[in-house]
Antibody
Framework: QVQLQESGSGLVKPSETLSLTCAVS??????????WSWIRQPPGKGLEWIGY???????FYIPSLESRVIISADWSKNLFTLQIKYVTAADTAVYFC?????????????WGHGTLVSVSS | DIQMTQSPSSLSASVGDRVTITCRAS??????LNWYQQKPGQAPKLLIF???NLHTGVPSRFSGSGSGTDFSLTISSLQPEDIATYYC?????????FGQGTRLDLK
């Protein structure tokens, strides 16, 4: 069974960097046929896809976050990470990592439980 | 970018009712449309992929239809465990995007 688990700081100060890790078990993130995404959900609001990394390291970010976001992977540890620089209160959200079928995101069949990140001084 | 608009934003229904949620894309996405169910405090769960394909373990009372820009999710006979928020998601072109969600509760 594929499992994803988010971890990282739950509280980040404005203008600092949000860093999260998604540890994957039951599947190899370097195997073809899948991609690995970050999705966030502000409190009481809908889902926003942030971007993804492919099994080969290709990345894509949504335009509104492109200048502040990096998604990377540690292939040896089978995990991928999210960094968002210069955070503001608008970045407060539950952050999910998810697996998608396809070299590019297609449908998300496995999700982490999510982790709440609050941006506050 | 392609925007997804769901309607209604919320609806109330009774157990046994037939419920339909619609999703409209801002341009033609052929059949590149998925549906998710999210219960409070949980991650979303995949219900349907490619418009009308039920994900493993999803009850047959759920169905999807549509093509082009207009899509729908139908629950043929609402059950108490179906109370949740439902999201559509396109993957026609990057960036992919979700609809704003439809909150379903019991009347």
């Amino acid at each position: 069974q594929v499992q994803l688990q988010e971890s990282g700081s739950g509280l980040v100060k404005p203008s600092e960097t949000l860093s999260l890790t998604c540890a994957v078990s039951g599947a190899s993130i370097s195997s073809g046929g899948y991609s690995w995404s970050w999705i966030r959900q502000p409190p009481g609001k809908g889902l926003e896809w942030i971007g993804y990394i492919s099994h080969s390291g290709m990345t894509f970010y949504i335009p509104s976050l492109e200048s502040r976001v990096i998604i990377s992977a540690d292939w040896s540890k089978n995990l991928f990470t999210l960094q968002i620089k210069y955070v503001t209160a608008a970045d407060t959200a539950v952050y999910f990592c998810a697996r998608s079928r396809g070299t590019q995101p297609y449908y998300f069949d496995f999700w982490g439980h999510g982790t709440l990140v609050s941006v506050s001084s | 970018d392609i925007q997804m608009t769901q309607s209604p934003s919320s609806l109330s229904a009774s157990v046994g009712d037939r419920v339909t949620i619609t999703c409209r894309a801002s341009r033609d996405i052929t059949n590149y449309l998925n549906w998710y169910q999210q219960k409070p405090g949980q991650a979303p769960k995949l219900l349907i992929f490619d418009v009308n394909n039920l994900h493993t373990g999803v009850p047959s009372r759920f169905s999807g239809s549509g093509s082009g820009t207009d899509f729908s999710l139908t629950i043929s006979s609402l059950q108490p465990e179906d109370i949740a928020t439902y999201y559509c998601q396109h993957y026609d072109l990057l960036p992919l995007a979700f609809g704003q969600g439809t909150r379903l509760d019991l009347k």
